[in-house]
C-alpha cells in the first residue's frame, strides 16, 4: 500500500509561482511513474504531467510553463508551476504507480487558486 501526502498549493496572482511537493510513503520498493492530474470546479479531472525515469510528458495546457521533477531518495514527487494563470485553478492531485500496470494511488489534493 502506497499513501500520497501532497503540499504546496494555495492563493497566487495571475503571472505568479507555486511549487507543489507529493511525498510517497507506505510499502515502496520503487515508483515506476509518478505525476499530476487537476481538477476544476464542474470539470472532469484532467491529467497534467507524468514524469517516470525515462522520460517527462505535459499536458499541450501546461507545456512550458509547468516543470515536474522526482527526488527518488525522498520518493517525492514536485510541480513547479510558473506563470499562473487563471484556468490553472483547480485542485491538484499526486498519482503514483509503483510498477508498470500495477495499481494507481492518489493523493488527496491539494487546492490551488489563481486570482486574476
Known amino acids: 500500500q502506497v499513501q500520497l501526502v501532497e503540499s504546496g498549493g494555495g492563493l497566487v496572482q495571475a503571472g505568479g509561482s507555486l511549487r507543489l511537493s507529493c511525498v510517497a510513503t507506505?510499502?515502496?520498493?520503487?515508483?515506476?511513474?509518478m505525476g499530476w492530474y487537476r481538477q476544476a470546479p464542474g470539470k472532469q479531472r484532467e491529467w497534467v504531467t507524468t514524469?517516470?525515469?525515462?522520460?517527462?510528458a505535459y499536458a499541450d495546457s501546461v507545456k512550458g510553463r509547468f516543470t515536474s521533477s522526482r527526488d527518488n531518495d525522498k520518493n517525492t514527487v514536485y510541480l513547479q508551476m510558473n506563470s499562473l494563470k487563471p484556468e490553472d485553478t483547480a485542485i491538484y492531485y499526486c498519482?503514483?504507480?509503483?510498477?508498470?500496470?500495477?495499481?494507481?494511488?492518489w493523493g488527496q489534493g491539494t487546492q490551488v487558486t489563481v486570482s486574476s
Open positions: 498519482r503514483v504507480r509503483a510498477v508498470s500496470g500495477g495499481p494507481i494511488y
Open positions: 514524469i517516470r525515469e525515462t522520460d517527462t
Open positions: 507506505g510499502s515502496i520498493s520503487s515508483l515506476y511513474s
